[in-house]
């Protein structure tokens, strides 16, 4: 399953917001710095989907606030 996601690091807390059926809006605690924004964003997303770490990947946006998310079962 693919799915969009628009990331805000830096947030107070984490927070995954359903926008529809296949889009969301994060906010993350990471700073987009080294990665971290986007670690803790498949850390996430694999909790809200209940798959391991492994299974989410970036597909689009590794550097961009808009992403694309694709999650294996």
Do not use: Q
């Not at 906010?27 to 670690?39: D, H």
């Amino acid at each position: 399953m693919r799915i969009s996601v628009k990331v805000t690091p830096n947030a107070k807390s984490n927070e995954l917001v359903e926008l529809g059926p296949d889009s969301f809006k994060a906010k993350i605690v990471a700073p987009a710095e080294g990665g971290r924004a986007n670690a803790e964003l498949i850390r996430v997303l694999a909790k809200k989907f209940g798959v391991p770490t492994s299974k989410v990947r970036i597909v689009r946006g590794l550097k961009d606030r808009n992403k694309v998310i694709e999650v294996s079962s």
